[in-house]
């Protein structure tokens, strides 16, 4: 069994900085490329960056010079710091890994979504 665990969505006000945190454990073997995705009310889940396992990001063109990504291969961790906080960054964010269990099964897996609360 695998779990994505995600901590440090709150409410901040515009021009603010919140760091998201989203650990995996379980029956993990590796894990590949790890992101972080958003969805807004009424809107679509959407990509907001993601780094692979050797280092290599990418990242929304709404967020990039923003938000930084990323992560702790010996703590199975990925991080999303988020600079310059604007009222239209408000969603859920949820975190998502590529990962392959102690079976060898390769399948993404989704953490709970943290609430990211910009204020004008």
């Known amino acids: 069994q695998v779990q994505l665990v995600e901590s440090g969505g709150g409410l901040v006000q515009a021009g603010g900085s919140l760091r998201l945190s989203c650990a995996a454990s379980g029956s993990i073997f590796s894990i590949n490329a790890m992101g972080w995705y958003r969805q807004a009310p009424g809107k679509q889940r959407e990509l907001v960056a993601v780094i692979t396992s050797g280092g290599s990001t990418n990242y929304a063109d709404s967020v990039k010079g923003r938000f930084t990504i990323s992560r702790d291969n010996a703590k199975n961790t990925v991080y999303l710091q988020m600079n310059s906080l604007k009222p239209e960054d408000t969603a859920v964010y949820y975190c998502?890994?590529?990962?392959?269990?102690?079976?060898?099964?390769?399948?993404?897996?989704w953490g709970q979504g943290t609430q990211v609360t910009v204020s004008s």
């Open positions: 998502n890994a590529e990962i392959y269990d102690n079976y060898l099964r390769k399948r993404d897996y």
